[in-house]
């Protein structure tokens, strides 16, 4: 049985930092693409950060630049989000994503169709 479970996150004042993990089981995701998604209230799923099968790519949305990073430990089949500089729009559940195989085209990286698996979520709260 395939399954991401994510953890890490919590609540935090604008400012701080939080690092969200994924532990993958079920499937060798050591050798496909991951990634982070997250989902305000009232709102749709966005793409926050994705990464390559051996983390020689990443990608990031323009409002995390400079203040998350993707990176993923494939002998220990885990994905991380350091999230520094967090602010009161970070709020969100956190999804951690995984595909089934490589991409052609690096921007699928961006689209929650090119992710095959998905976690349960972990709640970021930033307060200002």
């Known amino acids: 049985q395939v399954q991401l479970v994510e953890s890490g996150g919590g609540l935090v004042q604008a400012g701080g930092s939080l690092r969200l993990s994924c532990a993958a089981s079920?499937?060798?995701?050591?050798?496909?693409?991951m990634g982070w998604f997250r989902q305000a209230p009232g709102k749709e799923r966005e793409f926050v950060a994705a990464i390559t099968w051996n983390g020689g790519s990443t990608y990031y949305i323009d409002s995390v630049k400079g203040r998350f990073t993707i990176s993923r430990d494939n002998t220990g089949n885990t994905l991380y989000l350091q999230m520094n500089s967090l602010k009161p729009e970070d709020t969100a559940v956190y999804y951690c994503?995984?595909?089934?195989?490589?991409?052609?085209?690096?921007?699928?990286?961006?689209?929650?169709?090119?992710?095959?698996?998905w976690g349960q979520g972990t709640q970021v709260t930033v307060s200002s």
């Open positions: 994503a995984a595909a089934s195989s490589n991409w052609t085209w690096s921007g699928s990286a961006y689209y929650t169709r090119k992710y095959d698996y």
């Open positions: 079920g499937r060798t995701f050591s050798r496909f693409p």
